[in-house]
């Protein structure tokens, strides 16, 4: 069985997907590389064909049509063959650490269900890259569980980049996510942690997540135009866990969930209200309407928490100030 499957989907990649699968192929036999080719019009095909011709026990393709990034995850995690699971995009790569990544996976990680790592913004404008590391939350280099973690901060936010999961974890739980829907891979993560009980964290700084190409969906003005998709896997996300469960499993668990949750609620607030869509407010409200219908109990403590407050006070003026917030928070975590 290979250590490691590694799903890579692509939409028009061409231009950049090599950097991604040459940081990879370095994992030799002990991986597994999926490319989604999700109905890319450029050479995105050709290349991940050339790929899996000079790499046959290493390298598979899919071709499907386009259906998203969601799409390219469902698909590779239906085929992964490995015994832990992880999602690269196209534009991101794995830094050098990955073959010392993999010895963990075989060795002290062996029995985890999420094994995490630190990933970095790395800055296509030439700024100094920006670690988000763990060590003060996980114990390094050893199993544990849940209640053995301590508080995240701010800037600490659980995303997939930071994410190996157990395969078969993965396959029952995180799978069909949404077609044509952005920011899904938030989804992907929220419903397979409440099933992890045992994880083990890498102090390596293994994903360098690109901040700064153009056109990609995590620039600010992509996050503006397109905040209805974030509002929709706020939805998902919270009808899709049973936090009273959560709760009872394990305190701390349940807060990590809760400050992921605030800040994707909160995120999506912002961008709504920086877009110019008449509508946002109305949005934002119908987007806690049904979370209220979902689990009053627990929408109510994400609706009324101390900086959500602010970043719902109705008018121009809760406007102006749900953007002051926003930007001193990006000063502070530099993400975007």
Known sequence: MKILSVVVPCYNSADYMKNCIESLIVGGDKIEIIIVDDGSTDKTAFIADGYAEKYPDIVKVIHQENGGHG????????????????????????????????????????????????????????????????????????????????????????????????????????????????????????????????????????????????????????????????????????????LNAVREKSERLYGLIMQEMLILFGGACVYALKSDDEKARENIENMWEKAFLHDEKNAKKLRYAFIMRFLNVKGNAGRKLAVAIYDLARKIVQFN
């Open 71 to 242: 799409e390219g995850i469902n698909a590779g995690l239906k085929i992964a063959t490995g015994k832990f699971f992880k999602v690269v995009d196209s534009d991101d790569k794995l830094s050098e650490e990955f073959p010392l990544f993999l010895e963990k996976l075989e060795g002290g990680a062996k029995d985890a269900e999420l094994v995490v790592t630190n990933y970095v913004y790395a800055y296509q404008s030439g700024k100094k890259d920006n670690p988000v590391r763990y060590a003060n939350a996980f114990k390094r280099d050893k199993p544990f569980c849940w209640n053995d973690m301590r508080k995240f901060r701010l800037k600490q936010f659980l995303m997939v980049h930071a994410c190996t999961f157990r395969t078969e974890l993965a396959k029952k739980y995180g799978g069909e996510l949404p077609k044509h829907v952005f920011y899904e891979d938030n989804l992907f993560v929220g419903k397979i942690l409440p099933h992890v009980t045992t994880l083990y964290y890498c102090d390596l700084n293994l994903y360098r997540y690109t901040i700064g190409r153009e056109g990609q969906s995590v620039s600010e003005a992509v996050f503006v135009n397109k905040y209805k998709y974030q509002i929709l896997v706020n939805e998902l996300w919270f009808d899709a866990i049973d």
